[in-house]
């Protein structure tokens, strides 16, 4: 049984075209966060929602838009893709929203923008 | 401090050495401490969460102390195996409920059969 799972694993599209990464946790947690892991390997957060609202939005171009319709999804639409979105993205969960519970992430996303 | 910073970068060691690293972070408003062991081509995994000031935790041969008034945690490994070869990441967050953690940039073990 896969605890947070994402699909796809890998994702090549052309710059311009608008794409969606779907995450799924089956762990009754309230809480999700999307992750992008540059190219110097560094994990940084980009969203949080807590019972399908959203807590945290870093940084993060608009052309990223998070969904979550149920506690259970949240969901990373990106629009206009652009060379630079290419990364992995992993996707994680955790019981409650405050910082001294565990995440559980996904086995990620690679996403190549040609 | 600002960041989140660990140290060393890397590390190669010998099958059945014990090593150790550092995690250094910002002491004010310390919220909680997280270690990840992070495996090449997998996801991070949760190894230790830690809150308070003296927190010791131990899983197996991996054990983690924590100094919240001086900012820092060490991450010990006795007798480290082949399998132990990972990134190891730690993160901080700060007191809020949003959610929000800062992590390391890591430090890569590699051990030599």
Same mark, same amino acid.
């Given at each position: 049984?896969?605890?947070?799972?994402?699909?796809?694993?890998?994702?090549?599209?052309?710059?311009?075209?608008?794409?969606?990464?779907?995450?799924?946790?089956? =762990? *009754?947690?309230?809480?999700? #966060?999307?992750?992008?892991?540059?190219?110097?390997?560094? +994990?940084?957060?980009?969203?949080?929602?807590?019972?399908?609202?959203?807590?945290?939005?870093?940084?993060?171009?608009?052309?990223?838009?998070?969904?979550?319709?149920?506690?259970?999804?949240?969901?990373?639409?990106?629009?206009?893709?652009? =060379? *630079?979105?290419?990364?992995? #993205?992993?996707?994680?969960?955790?019981?409650?929203?405050? +910082?001294?519970?565990?995440?559980?992430?996904?086995?990620?996303?690679?996403?190549?923008?040609? | 401090?600002?960041?989140?910073?660990?140290?060393?970068?890397?590390?190669?060691?010998?099958?059945?050495?014990?090593?150790?690293?550092?995690?250094?972070?910002?002491?004010?408003?310390?919220?909680?401490?997280?270690?990840?062991?992070?495996?090449?081509?997998?996801?991070?995994?949760?190894?230790?969460?830690?809150?308070?000031?003296?927190?010791?935790?131990?899983?197996?041969?991996?054990?983690?102390?924590?100094?919240?008034?001086?900012?820092?945690?060490?991450?010990?490994?006795?007798?480290?195996?082949?399998?132990?070869?990972?990134?190891?990441?730690?993160?901080?967050?700060?007191?809020?409920?949003?959610?929000?953690?800062?992590?390391?940039?890591?430090?890569?073990?590699?051990?030599?059969?």
């Amino acid at each position: 049984d896969t605890a947070v799972s994402q699909t796809p694993k890998y994702l090549v599209t052309q710059m311009g075209n608008d794409k969606s990464i779907k995450c799924e946790q089956n =762990l *009754g947690h309230d809480t999700m #966060y999307w992750y992008k892991q540059d190219s110097k390997k560094f +994990l940084k957060i980009m969203f949080s929602y807590n019972n399908k609202e959203l807590i945290i939005n870093e940084t993060v171009p608009n052309r990223f838009s998070p969904k979550s319709p149920d506690k259970a999804h949240l969901n990373l639409h990106i629009n206009s893709l652009e =060379l *630079g979105d290419s990364a992995v #993205y992993f996707c994680a969960s955790s019981q409650g929203v405050g +910082l001294h519970n565990e995440q559980f992430f996904g086995p990620g996303t690679r996403l190549t923008v040609l | 401090i600002l960041n989140v910073e660990q140290s060393p970068q890397s590390l190669h060691v010998q099958e059945g050495d014990s090593t150790n690293f550092t995690c250094s972070f910002p002491s004010s408003n310390f919220y909680a401490l997280h270690w990840y062991r992070w495996e090449t081509a997998k996801s991070p995994e949760a190894l230790f969460v830690m809150t308070l000031n003296g927190d010791e935790k131990k899983k197996g041969r991996i054990s983690a102390t924590l100094n919240t008034k001086e900012g820092y945690s060490y991450l010990y490994i006795k007798g480290s195996q082949p399998e132990d070869s990972a990134t190891y990441l730690c993160a901080s967050a700060r007191d809020t409920n949003a959610g929000k953690s800062t992590f390391g940039d890591g430090t890569t073990l590699t051990v030599k059969p």
